[in-house]
């Protein structure tokens, strides 16, 4: 099940969509759900703005395409009023939109969704419901600073005690993230440029969203990216990001033993698809311990069963650190369960992957 928020009081959600039908889909979506509820809605971005002065949500849905004021333009002006509020860009699955929502990520919102386009997206247990259900449960309530100074309580981790871990050359670096991911991945694989192993990457995002992300990687660090494709061979020095709707999986090919990627069209894993954890473990199972596994920010506990695997037989796994983590939920699993070799800052942790790929 998707984590339920501790606190009595529901999850506070603002929806801003001019479509009706879109409004009325995901009203009825979170009707049922005791733990959230939608406060206000509203046709367009001004609408939005002027709401805020009578509401306080933790949550704010908002679209893309609207009249009046899109979703790009009140997205800066909703941070500033709002500053507390989490915004979750709603749009639909086209390569335009796509785009303009990875810049929205870049600019502060927190996460992304594909909008419902049929009534059937809506049902009971379908792909959309699980994924925005598990989005607003993960981001949760409005985070206390816990002090009274404003200070942050770090959470309590500690590092993995393992004997004999492998510390030779890592033969593939595996990558999982998602709230907040896109950002950490720029600031990661810049750093990976020229290395001579493949890099795989599992970032929690819809279809269409995945090939632009693929595109922005390779513009900002100067990494080629790609989306991966079935049978497409894995060479080294190329980031491979899995596909929207698909797992992404390593394997052999049977003729000539050439690492490649398989997608899987299986059911989602941890509310995902694609999943963190079925990479690792086809990972792991093709190089065994010389997997170096990288867990960045994101929500929930996905990639935390194959790190787990991926210790046991003495790999490493690198976690990204709270203070740097837009939500420490992925990279606190690895963390708290003390599986991690190293928990760093975001900007520390493509020196170390390049350190440990090239010696220096």
Not at 57 to 86: F, N, T, Y
Not at 155 to 183: C, E, F, H, R
Request: glycine letters at 10%.
């Amino acid at each position: 099940m998707s984590p339920v928020p501790s606190s009595n009081s529901p999850i506070e959600i603002m929806l801003v969509d001019d479509s009706a039908v879109v409004r009325g889909m995901i009203t009825r979506v979170l009707g049922g759900e005791k733990d959230m509820k939608i406060i206000k809605s509203a046709e367009n971005g001004q609408l939005a703005l002027e709401a805020l002065d009578d509401c306080s949500p933790d949550i704010i849905l908002l679209d893309v395409e609207m009249p009046v004021m899109d979703g790009m333009a009140a997205l800066p002006q909703l941070l500033e009023k709002a500053p507390d509020s989490r915004i979750v860009m709603c749009s639909t699955l086209t390569v335009r939109n796509a785009a303009i929502t990875l810049e929205a990520l870049k600019l502060g919102a927190t996460d992304c969704i594909g909008k419902p386009t049929s009534p059937r997206d809506i049902q009971p247990g379908g792909e959309f419901q699980l994924s925005l259900l598990n989005i607003l449960r993960g981001l949760g309530k409005k985070k206390s600073t816990g002090t009274p100074d404003g200070a942050v309580v770090p959470t309590p981790y500690k590092l993995s005690d393992k004997l004999g871990v492998y510390t030779g050359k890592p033969l593939l670096v595996a990558i999982g993230s998602s709230t907040g991911g896109p950002q950490a991945l720029f600031e990661v694989i810049k750093h990976l440029k020229g290395i001579d192993v493949p890099i795989i990457l599992t970032q929690h995002m819809p279809a269409t969203f995945t090939k632009i992300l693929a595109q922005h990687i390779t513009t900002h660090t100067g990494v080629t990216a790609v989306e991966a494709e079935d049978s497409m061979p894995i060479e080294a020095g190329i980031v491979y990001v899995a596909p929207g709707g698909y797992h992404m999986l390593m394997a052999r090919d049977a003729k000539t033993r050439h690492l490649i990627a398989k997608l899987d069209e299986g059911p989602p894993v941890n509310f995902c698809k694609p999943a963190v954890d079925p990479m690792l473990k086809s990972a792991i199972d093709v190089f065994g311990n010389k997997v170096l596994g990288v867990i960045l920010t994101g929500m929930g506990n996905d990639g935390l069963d194959a790190s787990k695997i991926l210790v046991e037989k003495s790999g490493r796994v690198v976690a990204q650190d709270e203070k740097t983590s837009v939500v420490w939920g992925m990279p606190g699993a690895v963390a708290k369960a003390g599986l991690c070799t190293q928990v760093l800052p975001v900007g520390e942790i493509g020196p170390w992957i390049r350190k440990a790929v090239t010696g220096s």
